[in-house]
């Protein structure tokens, strides 16, 4: 992944809807949802969210297919991976990093 395409990415990121519906894909898995389903779960009206798909799309960040009558969208776990490596490539400058606790709140598992 070259730089365009890292800022690219973050820049489609880079907005509420468009971050929530990506992390919804990510939810979903392989199996993917309809914009109807991400629609309704979002909270968006279908027009905006068509334009917030078609600006992940163009940054690779999600991909889709047909299934009949419907669109099933899918995150591009290896985009995601990809710009997740480039970010973290040169941490800590080779040196190891420290680890840091992580407290998780299960309480909405």
């Given at each position: 992944m070259?730089?365009?395409d890292v800022v690219r990415a973050l820049a489609a990121l880079a907005q509420e809807t468009r971050?929530?519906?990506f992390r919804l894909l990510v939810v979903a898995g392989?199996?993917?949802l309809t914009p109807?389903?991400?629609a309704e779960t979002l909270g968006t009206a279908p027009t905006a969210l068509s334009f917030h798909l078609k600006e992940l799309s163009h940054?690779?960040?999600?991909?889709?297919e047909r299934n009949g009558r419907h669109l099933?969208?899918?995150a591009s776990v290896s985009q995601m991976n990809e710009l997740l490596?480039?970010?973290t490539a040169h941490c800590c400058q080779g040196q190891p990093c420290l680890e840091v606790p992580v407290?998780?709140?299960?309480?909405?598992?």
């Amino acid at each position: 992944m070259n730089e365009t395409d890292v800022v690219r990415a973050l820049a489609a990121l880079a907005q509420e809807t468009r971050l929530r519906a990506f992390r919804l894909l990510v939810v979903a898995g392989p199996e993917g949802l309809t914009p109807g389903q991400m629609a309704e779960t979002l909270g968006t009206a279908p027009t905006a969210l068509s334009f917030h798909l078609k600006e992940l799309s163009h940054a690779g960040l999600i991909g889709c297919e047909r299934n009949g009558r419907h669109l099933i969208y899918r995150a591009s776990v290896s985009q995601m991976n990809e710009l997740l490596g480039f970010l973290t490539a040169h941490c800590c400058q080779g040196q190891p990093c420290l680890e840091v606790p992580v407290t998780l709140d299960c309480s909405r598992c």
